[in-house]
Nanobody, 123 residues
Framework: QVQLVESGGGLVQAGGSLRLSCAAS????????MGWFRQAPGKEREFIAR????????YYVDSVKGRFTISRDNANNMVYLQMNSLSPEDTADYYC????????????????WGQGTQVTVSS
């Protein structure tokens, strides 16, 4: 069982940056692949990035590649999403999620979810 709590969302101007954090509780954090998803109003939840249990492998969707960076600190059970060059199209609720094992790009592949943190990018 893993419990996840996101933080770090807020209002930022276009071109700005935010760093989202996800605190995980529970044992054996490093066995979980961690993912970040987002959901804009009226849209489906969208996968944006994931990181392997040991942090050696990352994967991003094209829309955030080169702008967003996912990282993790297994010693402190934390996952981060550094978001740079933000645009109004990045406005959404952002969620972290966990799945045992590797890979995973669909929401239904992840077993544990946080409550989300809101990111609003103004033009």
């Amino acid at each position: 069982q893993v419990q996840l709590v996101e933080s770090g969302g807020g209002l930022v101007q276009a071109g700005g940056s935010l760093r989202l954090s996800c605190a995980a509780s529970g044992r054996s954090f490093r066995v979980y692949t961690m993912g970040w998803f987002r959901q804009a109003p009226g849209k489906e939840r969208e996968f944006i990035a994931r990181i392997s249990g040991l942090g050696t492998n990352t994967y991003y969707v094209d829309s955030v590649k080169g702008r967003f960076t996912i990282s993790r600190d297994n010693a402190n059970n934390m996952v981060y999403l550094q978001m740079n060059s933000l645009s109004p199209e990045d406005t959404a609720d952002y969620y972290c999620a966990a799945r045992p094992g590797s890979n995973g790009v669909r929401a239904d592949e992840y077993d544990y979810w946080g409550q989300g943190t809101q990111v609003t990018v103004s033009s």
